[in-house]
């Protein structure tokens, strides 16, 4: 599997994603909102794209898909219960579907709700794993819920899916949010030394090569994964003076999603 990384420089801050099969050159792009850059990218690879996988139903990853279906006859594919808001979709998948990018790549479908309820991530079970989570885990965050999602569905898809991925997985996010995430992780939880040297890593970044972190490395500075650490359980209790004692990690989860909304 070939991962190519493409981005649009939009105001957005969005990355789209070619995914390829080194042997037969054939591609799968992701939300290519920017479909000349992705065009681009894979003539220069020699690649031919032969399907569009949308994460969601959003204009800012679905934007290109006319386009590029003009272009390349690409077929769309995206979640089941999105065919009323995604044109033109040829398949709808769920979870452990399985796509295939000709002969070498196969990628599992996991159905993913919270920032929308028709949102999918696509993981890869290749020997370095990877997931290309759209907008529901982004690096040092995770995705808002105020365009057709829910939070506790939210919280149920980072708890019961992506808590459980394996620590080496790579992550591939639809946006670059990493420095202002990484803000809000220090925010909340002041007393993270790996969140402070990663910011202090990627501050000023070039996006065009941008830092790709780690389920592992997730867990130690995306506050949204550290729903049990003193630290954040008591600035939380700042704001939010009624909180329990002891309060459940769904209601952390939730209370610091509020708080990033207005951040």
């Known amino acids: 599997m070939i991962v190519k990384q493409i981005w649009t420089g939009n105001n957005y801050r969005n990355f789209n994603y070619l995914i390829a099969c080194g042997e037969t050159g054939e591609a799968l792009a992701v939300d290519p909102l920017d479909f000349e850059k992705c065009l681009k990218a894979a003539k220069d690879a020699g690649w031919e794209i032969m399907q569009i996988l949308n994460t969601h139903e ?10 590029m279906v003009k272009r ?14 995604i044109p033109d979709m040829s398949r709808g998948v769920g979870a452990g579907d399985v796509i295939k990018v000709g002969k070498m790549v196969e990628l599992e479908v996991m159905d993913t709700p919270g920032h929308t309820m028709c949102h999918v991530c696509l993981r890869s079970h290749t020997d370095q794993p990877a997931l290309f989570c759209g907008d529901t885990l982004f690096n040092a965050g995770a995705g808002n819920c105020h365009n057709g ?3 506790n569905a ?5 708890s ?5 991925l ?16 990484l803000r809000f992780t220090l925010n909340r939880e002041p007393d993270n030394q790996p969140a402070q040297a990663m910011l202090d890593q990627v501050t000023g970044q070039d996006p065009g090569s941008a ?5 592992q490395i997730e867990r130690e500075i995306n ?4 729903l049990t650490s003193p630290t954040v359980i008591a600035k939380l209790r700042e704001a939010f003076p009624d909180l329990p004692e002891k309060p459940d990690q769904r209601t952390v989860f939730v209370k610091l999603r509020e708080l990033r909304n207005s951040w």
């Open 154 to 158: 939210l919280y149920k898809t980072f």
């Open 166 to 181: 394996p620590a080496s997985m790579l992550i591939y996010p639809g946006h670059d949010y990493i420095e202002n995430n």
């Open 211 to 215: 830092y790709v972190s780690t389920m």
């Open 223 to 226: 506050t949204f994964f550290r």
């Open 58 to 67: 959003h204009h800012d990853h679905t934007g290109g898909n006319a386009e």
């Open 160 to 164: 019961e899916q992506l808590d459980r």
């Open 72 to 85: 390349t006859g690409a077929k769309i594919l995206a979640h089941k219960n999105a065919r009323d808001k």
């Open 149 to 151: 999602g829910h939070p």
